[in-house]
């Protein structure tokens, strides 16, 4: 199917609030849903099993020495994820794995945003594959404005998984995911996220997360805050150099050796090419500040290092990730006496948040 949407029970098991997506597919409502209408609606009301599998014993008949199949199994080491409704096959795991079923990602998010009034909140939800990957996202009521820029929507989603790879995960997300290609987006945006394993104690896992998460507000409000103070200040070249010495420290031995750094000069030599163009000047108000700085950091990370394979994986799960969450760190702490740039005097200090 087109977007790698699953389908179940003969349909696509994707929903969608007011906007259909550009695939076309799935139910599309005129309201945000609750938990219980976003699940049904979405295909998802099922659980999954996980059951041992077996191997059919081969036997060789005694006159003619040909192999034939017995009417006995022996068990291998393996595990098979079923899917309750259908038997599908959806994976495979080992003895330690503990399937976290469909319904418990909606009650997450229901705990985390804590909606004791059953609230409206669900944009989205759906399968991939054959069902093996389920999502759903849920819509914060916090939302923030960037100086400058539009008002951003902030969403809560969530992803499992049920072919054995991966864990699954929650975390604080601006894009509306209705498909493989912005689930991908959205797990490699920069924000909270809590990763619960399909190992160990599952329910306390879970648990652990909607504790953590629990101030959802707060964490959108402090990133609103950062994000704005970093609109605010300009970003001189000396800062500009500064800020790339701390996320790409040089080597001291080969500065010492007069041995030239060819690969860090390059990432930098990317970075400032970026920052130049402000991804295209798409928001002309933030051109040359430190938000604009981080910015180009983020989109040389997503979209220049590497292969397109590598550059996927390590923006999602691996050392891009890294970069991004330091580098807001960093410009906030090296841009700190940075001034007020003069487009916007009259804002708030841009001293406010350390």
């Known amino acids: 199917m087109p977007a790698n949407i699953a389908e179940i029970n003969g349909k696509a098991a ?17 309201h945000l849903m609750k938990a219980e209408e976003a699940f049904k609606a979405a295909q ?8 041992q599998l077996f191997n059919r014993v081969v036997a060789v008949a005694a006159a003619e020495g040909e192999p034939q199949l017995a009417d006995t199994y022996d068990p291998v080491d393996a595990f098979g994820i079923f899917r309750s409704v259908d038997g599908a096959l959806l994976g495979t795991c080992g003895k330690m794995y503990k399937p976290i079923q469909n319904s418990q990602g909606f009650e997450l998010i229901d705990a985390l945003l804590e909606l004791a009034d059953g609230g409206a909140y669900y944009e989205t939800a ?49 894009t509306r995911v209705v498909c ?19 190992f160990g104690k599952v329910e306390e896992k879970i648990a652990a997360a909607k504790t953590l998460m629990a101030a959802t507000g707060e964490t959108v409000k402090a990133l609103e805050a ?13 800062l500009f150099f500064a800020t790339m010495n701390d996320l790409f420290p040089p080597d001291e031995d080969k500065l010492a050796a007069g041995i030239e750094e060819k690969a860090r000069l390059a990432k930098i030599a990317d970075i ?16 040359g500040s430190a938000l604009n700085l981080l910015n180009a950091v983020t989109q040389y990370t997503d979209h220049v290092i590497g292969t397109d394979k590598s550059r996927a994986r390590s923006a999602m799960f691996g050392n891009g990730d890294l970069l991004k969450s330091a580098a807001l760190d960093i410009i906030l702490d090296v841009t700190k006496g940075a001034a007020i740039r003069q487009a916007i005097v009259g804002y708030p200090s841009a001293t406010s948040v350390n």
């Not at 994707?14 to 550009?22: K, N, S």
């Not at 998802?44 to 059951?51: A, F, G, M, P």
């Not at 950062?226 to 000396?238: C, G, S, Y």
């Open 272 to 287: 400032a090419e970026l920052f130049t163009d402000n991804d295209g000047n798409a928001n002309p108000a933030i051109k």
């Open 226 to 238: 950062k994000l704005n103070v970093l609109a605010l200040r300009e970003v001189t070249r000396d």
């Open 44 to 51: 998802l009301d099922w659980t999954v099993e996980k059951r």
């Open 180 to 198: 493989q290609n912005t689930l991908s987006v959205a797990i490699g945006e920069r924000g909270g996220e809590i990763r619960i394993a399909h």
């Open 126 to 174: 759906g399968a991939l594959g054959s069902g093996e990957i389920v999502w759903a996202l849920a819509r914060i009521p916090e939302q923030f404005r960037i100086l400058g820029g539009e008002e951003h929507k902030l969403f809560l989603m969530f992803m499992t998984r049920h072919d054995g790879n991966g864990s699954a995960r929650c975390k604080l997300v601006d």
């Open 14 to 30: 994707v929903v969608l609030a007011r906007e259909p997506a550009w695939h076309g597919l799935g139910t599309v409502v005129d």
